[in-house]
C-alpha cells in the first residue's frame, strides 16, 4: 500500500505565500513522477505542476513565474511553493504521484487534498 500525506494549506491574503509538503511512504520502488493538482469549486480538476524522475517540471500557464515545485528524493517527498498567490489560486490541492511497487505493479496514487483559500 501507498499513501501520500499532505500538509501546508491553509488561509492567506492575497500577494502572500504557502507551501505545500506530500510525503510518500509505503511500498515504493521508484517514483516516475511527483505532481500537484488543483479543484475550486464548480470547477473540473487541473494539472498545477509536475517534476518527473529525471527532475524535469511542467507548470499550468497560469502559475507560471509564481510558484515552483521541487523534490527531496532522499525523503520521497514533493513541495510547492506558492508565491504572489491570488484569490482564483484558491481551491483544494490534491498530490499525485505515479509509482512501481517492489512487485512492479505501476500505480497512481491520489493524496487526499488540502484547502488553500487566498481572501482578503
Known amino acids: 500500500q501507498v499513501q501520500l500525506v499532505e500538509s501546508g494549506g491553509g488561509l492567506v491574503q492575497p500577494g502572500e505565500s504557502l507551501r505545500l509538503s506530500c510525503a510518500a511512504s509505503g511500498n515504493i520502488f521508484s517514483i516516475y513522477s511527483m505532481g500537484w493538482y488543483r479543484q475550486a469549486p464548480g470547477k473540473q480538476r487541473e494539472l498545477v505542476a509536475v517534476i518527473h524522475s529525471g527532475g524535469s517540471t511542467n507548470y499550468a500557464d497560469s502559475v507560471k513565474g509564481r510558484f515552483t515545485i521541487s523534490r527531496d528524493s532522499a525523503k520521497d517527498t514533493v513541495y510547492l511553493q506558492m508565491n504572489s498567490l491570488k484569490p482564483e489560486d484558491t481551491a483544494v490541492y490534491y498530490c499525485?504521484?505515479?509509482?512501481?511497487?517492489?512487485?512492479?505493479?505501476?500505480?497512481?496514487?491520489w493524496g487526499q487534498g488540502t484547502l488553500v483559500t487566498v481572501s482578503s
Open positions: 499525485n504521484t505515479h509509482i512501481a511497487t517492489y512487485d512492479q505493479i505501476a500505480l497512481e496514487v
